[in-house]
């Protein structure tokens, strides 16, 4: 079946302006996570959503961060008055549970790149 | 505080050697272990996890609690080996994932 999907795959953008990143999970995960990956800092944990519980915002880097998710489905990050600090790779994942011992499935990630 | 460092940015092996990616970790609870690979061009994806007591692609990883480690082995490198490898530890979700070590595998 399909795997995790990203849209876009690429986004270059202004410094501050807003730019909103799109992730599929493969049907029926009810585990989503987003995470940054940046050059020489390996993978930073952003966000995750489990099923119809409260998301876990801990790893969002400042209040220009926010993600949603929709109908327990599609995810949306959103990057607010974007700085060009931001400019990474983000990376979606889904599992179909969640918790510690579940396997994560990696979307092929969105490069943002900030000028 | 969870914490997961592998002190190699980079290692070069010359293939048929022996590999070994070091992973340490932090972390209170009981562990859960993973390597994660990401070959060029790919997407990250799951290698192994310590539960599962498997070895995949010739890898094998043992966990050893009395030093925190989680090492990646492997006794013949090829070179289809090269990629970034992410060790990572759960317990408590989501994954805590170190800064990586890119394998280059020299022919």
């Known amino acids: 079946g399909a795997g995790v999907s990203q849209s876009p795959s690429n986004k270059v953008t202004e410094k501050g302006k807003d730019v909103e990143l799109r992730c599929d999970p493969i049907?029926?995960?009810?585990?989503l996570y987003w995470y940054r990956q940046s050059l020489g800092q390996g993978l930073e944990f952003l966000i995750y959503?489990?099923?119809?519980?409260?998301?876990?915002k801990s790893g969002l880097p400042s209040d220009r961060f926010s993600a949603e998710r929709t109908g327990g489905s599609v995810s949306t990050l959103t990057i607010q008055r974007t700085q060009q600090e931001d400019s990474a790779v983000y990376l979606c994942?889904?599992?179909?549970?969640?918790?510690?011992?579940?396997?994560?499935?990696f979307g092929p990630g969105t490069r943002l790149t900030v000028l | 505080a969870q914490r997961v460092t592998q002190p190699e940015k980079l290692l070069s092996v010359f293939k048929g050697a022996p590999v070994e990616l070091k992973c340490n970790y932090s972390?209170?609870?009981?562990?859960?272990l993973f390597w994660y690979v990401q070959y060029s061009r790919q997407r990250l994806q799951l290698l192994l996890r310590?539960?599962s007591r498997e070895s995949i692609k010739g890898f094998t990883a043992d966990l050893n609690k009395g030093e925190t480690s989680f090492h990646l082995k492997k006794p013949f490198a090829q070179e289809e080996d090269s990629a970034m490898y992410y060790c990572a530890l759960g317990g408590n979700t989501p994954l805590v994932f170190g800064k990586g070590t890119r394998l280059s595998v020299i022919a």
């Open positions: 972390y209170s609870g009981s562990p859960e």
């Open positions: 994942a889904s599992s179909l549970v969640g918790g510690e011992a579940d396997t994560q499935y």
């Open positions: 959503f489990q099923g119809n519980s409260a998301p876990d």
């Open positions: 310590h539960i």
């Open positions: 049907s029926g995960h009810t585990a």
